[in-house]
């Protein structure tokens, strides 16, 4: 039997308070807001190429086994969102933000599944981490695209075998020289290494979120369009560039090894498991994604400059090409030190609707 999640309310968002239930309807409002009285139109798809650019992601992060809703590859054909969850054989399942829950014969499924992964090539997998970095395991379906007749499939896109296999590269390495380092038990651990696979592929997405929101904050000042010009203008051109100048998917790694959330988790177990994400997982990807160094695609000035500094310099260049909507826009760059994408308001992650795409039978699956 296939549940219907009602995404918008606080509770099946799995907000703490209601204070972020506020702050998503202040969004409600602010897109409302945008479509009456802005002077030009901000709102909906970039072209085709967009449009096919979404259908492959969903795609991979459904391992294939799912096509894209209707309702996203045809703009005019809107479907209801019960539509997509009875058409997906195992339905989709809005997890936490904060923590996935298990099933009770996680332990022995996910052995299964991590033996499974290692008796098998992978070549398949390493192909698909180069050509699509960690938007091969998840992807961010970005409201201006869906506001407001599609708003239903708006959010991140997590896959299941994504997050296991992913964990399963980690025990694989981890495991023999970790396992032993603590009192806690094996299954303790492995939980511990599938939440932070799930964080990985969560904090990647979570960027792309929070550069949208940025972005919104100027349309409602403005009126005027600065999202889809960016998409348009300079993600699209640049996002499989030899150039590694796509400086959105660089910095959505980078976070990645910069979360707190990933670190805590290491911390509690021990685990040395972001030198082996960088290593293993972030090193194998493609153009732009490898990138989360910052070395490419910005002035030599900032190349120089301290990590810590870098990366502040950085946003804020990303910044300047949103509101521009220009590849290299030239100084004096106006600075946006004080909201810049990642600042404490868009940290409301409860403001993103999460779904986990079920790609195993219950009875195999390890996350409940």
Known sequence: M??????????????PNRQNYLLWR????????????????????????????????????????????PGLS??????PHTNLLSEAPAGLTLASVDRLSLTNHFIENFRQFAAGLASSTDRESTGKLYGYGTDGYGTYIPLHLLWPE???????????????????QLY?????????????????????????????????????????QWALLFELATGRPYYLPYLQFVYLPTIYSPEDNNLEEALANLSILL???????????????????ERDFLRLQGPSYRNYGLNKGIPPDIVHLSRE???????????????????????PLV??????????????????????????????????
């Open 2 to 15: 296939v549940i219907v999640v009602n995404t918008w309310s606080p509770e099946s968002l799995g907000m």
């Open 259 to 277: 979360s707190k959330k990933i670190q805590k988790i290491e911390k509690e177990g021990f685990l040395d498991a972001t030198r082996i994400i």
């Open 150 to 168: 599609k708003k239903d499939f708006w959010g991140i896109y997590i896959s299941e075998i994504g997050v296991l296999n992913l964990a399963a």
């Open 26 to 69: 202040d969004m409600e409002l602010a897109y409302g807001f945008i479509e009456t009285y802005a002077r030009y139109p901000i709102l909906g798809d970039v072209g085709g190429f967009l449009s096919e650019l979404i259908r492959r992601r969903w795609n991979l992060a459904c391992s294939n086994l799912y096509e894209p809703p």
């Open 309 to 331: 500094y870098r990366y502040r310099e950085v946003v804020n260049y990303l910044c300047n090409q949103i509101i521009r909507q220009e590849l290299e826009p030239q100084d």
């Open 172 to 212: 694989q390495t981890l495991s023999i020289q970790n396992m032993q380092l603590v009192s806690d038990s094996e299954s303790q651990q492995i939980n511990r290494l599938i939440q932070i696979a799930y964080q990985v592929i969560l904090r990647h997405q979570l960027f792309h979120f929070k550069v949208e």
């Open 335 to 368: 600075p946006y030190y004080l909201y810049p994408p990642n600042n404490n308001f868009l940290r409301a992650e409860n403001l993103c609707p999460i779904y986990l795409v079920r790609n195993l039978p219950y009875k195999a699956g390890v996350i409940a």
């Open 74 to 79: 045809q703009h005019h054909n809107p479907v």
